[in-house]
């Protein structure tokens, strides 16, 4: 099938890339010209595992091109995907003017029936304005449809290509057939094409993220009163995940959630629920918690230096929101090191994907560093702030070595207090009481 795929962002270009890999010919459109000359080259601009691959693969046997030819790509296409940014604008809510100028373009430029697909995130009514605007400036017939992503970053590949579901919001038939024929090579093990109402299905992906928001900032207070009542946090996660109607994932106490969809989603759907006049407690209070979670733990840091931190060097491990991804959007880390900054204190940082993108953060007001070890160096502490699998299990008596003095603040909770504690560490976490074999200087 012809599909073209406009915006080459995150999702675009996850999306565009696996459906050239199901055999059809993807046409990704984008107007950075720098960027498409890279990904002309193979070299992608963000890291998802397994993505530089199916790209490579795809554009030298001919299915996957990349082009600022809005126009071309429309007009040799029948289904286009619109896969634009929707970033968060002041009052919470979803900027859609990149949405709207596109569906203007696509209309000047269709040639026949089209069925456009609003990608992107956007909240309920959308796809009603997109057929407004297309109509008002096409006579062709078309279709719109919503169908959201359900990507997580650094599976994004695994997720597009072994869909949990596939959710198409359609008011039309033929539509909705093209669109189970671009899908039906995804679900060949039996996971559900949902055919819903198109308000129902853009619904359906901010309730979604909201829910699983929710989620975490959940299990983040009840951490927070563990602490307080000398429970352990870990074992209480333990005994609610078991309950088969609760389950495990996302249910881990940390700093929690960031990215460009939790944070965005929530407050869009706040948003949404302002403007129609409904109540949104639930969602207020999961975003305050959220924000409030790193502040809580760099309460902790602040605490152990009795309020001062000027003059003090952190070693941190990890600045990309979540493992397996280059991604700082709304992370911990930029709320965490900037407030350190702010009292006087020095960074000196690692990541294994993501140090690039805090270069264009940070600049030169942090150190960064070749290895995680190099971080350590006369540190006063180090502050764990994303769980990559490196981290897990590091030379612990270098790691000691290496600090000014033996203290860790694990934002992620990687170790058991009472083995840190054994190796000679002051360890601090979410959710857990501190074990201290050592005395404090």
Known sequence: MKISVIGTGYVGLVAGTCLAEMGNDVICVDNNQAKLDLLRKGIVPIYEPGLEELIKTNVSE????????????????????????????????????????????????????????????????????????????????????????????????????????????????????????????????????????????????????????????????????????????EHVRIGMSTDRRIGSQFLFPGLGYGGSCFPKDVKALIKIAQENGCASKILEAADEINKNQRLLFLDKILDYFNGNVSGKKFAVWGLAFKPRTNDMREAPAITIISKLLEKGASISAYDPKAMDTA???????????????????????????????????????????????????????????????????????????????????
């Open 62 to 233: 001919g299915r996957l091109t990349f082009t600022d030819n809005l126009d071309a790509a429309v007009k040799e296409s029948l289904v286009i995907f619109i896969a634009v940014g929707t970033p968060q604008g002041e009052d919470g809510s979803a900027d859609l003017s990149a949405v709207f100028e596109v569906a203007k373009s696509i209309a000047l430029s269709m040639n026949g029936y089209k069925v456009i697909v609003d990608k992107s995130t956007v909240p309920v009514g959308t796809a009603e304005r997109v057929t407004e605007i297309i109509k008002a400036n096409t006579d062709h017939d078309f279709d719109v449809v919503s169908n959201p992503e359900f990507l997580k970053q650094g599976a994004a590949v695994d997720d597009f290509l072994k869909p949990d579901r596939v959710i198409i919001g359609s008011e039309s038939q033929k539509a909705t057939e093209i669109m189970q024929e671009i899908y039906s090579p995804f679900l060949r093990t039996g996971n559900p094409v949902i055919v819903m109402d198109v308000k129902s299905a853009e619904m359906s992906k901010y309730a979604a993220n909201a829910f699983l928001a929710t989620k975490i900032s959940f299990i983040n207070e009840i951490a927070n009163l563990c602490e307080k009542v000398g429970a352990d946090a």
């Open 359 to 441: 270069k264009e953060i940070f600049g030169d007001s942090i150190e960064y560093t070749k290895t995680n070890y190099d971080a350590l160096k006369d540190a006063d502490a180090l502050i764990l702030l994303t769980e990559w699998n490196e981290f897990r299990r590091p030379d612990f008596d270098k790691v000691k070595d290496m600090l000014k003095n033996p203290v860790i603040f694990d934002g992620r909770n990687q170790y058991e207090p009472e083995r840190m504690a054994q190796r000679g560490f002051e360890y601090f976490c979410v959710g857990k009481k501190t074990v201290n074999i050592l005395v404090k200087n």
